[in-house]
């Protein structure tokens, strides 16, 4: 009797290891997959509020050198280019003619170069998205629209009298 006693107290506790075994198994892997579905999200959003950060960029660039390019003011222009592009995260920052020179940039050694970014992409788009690009890098190109008040310098047949291209590591 004793014999079959500790058989079924083995039997039942190998079962019990079992099943305990089982339950930290699922719970292990609801948890990580539950984990790794938040961590996807998260990034997406954190990515989404990156790109939406990267717009209102261009909007303040464009706004604060809207004043200057009025006057004629091109030096001003390329010093706040180079005051934003002290920030880390700023790779570079362009003015760029409708056909893709650049005019002005945080890099004045590359002025009047071709951008070769906007040489891929080149669009009349009046509002175009940021891209991602393979290294992680965040390309945008804003469009300068020609108005009454630019005619002075541009002439009132150009739809677009520059682009402002923001890289962002």
Known sequence: FRRIFCFYLSTVMIIKIKIVAILALTLTVTIGITTAIVLRMQNAKMVESKLDDTIFLG??????????????NTL??????????KNKEVLHIRILSPTGMILKST?????????????????????QKPTIQNNGTINYFRNIMNKQE??????SREVINGVIQIKLD
């Open 150 to 155: 630019c005619f002075g310098c541009h002439g």
């Open 107 to 127: 890099n004045t050694s590359e002025i009047v170069a071709k951008s070769p970014d906007y040489l891929k992409i080149a669009s009349h788009e009046i509002q």
């Open 76 to 85: 001003k222009v390329q010093q706040v280019l180079e005051d934003i592009g």
């Open 59 to 72: 909007d303040i660039i464009e706004r604060t050198i809207d004043h200057d390019m009025k006057l004629g």
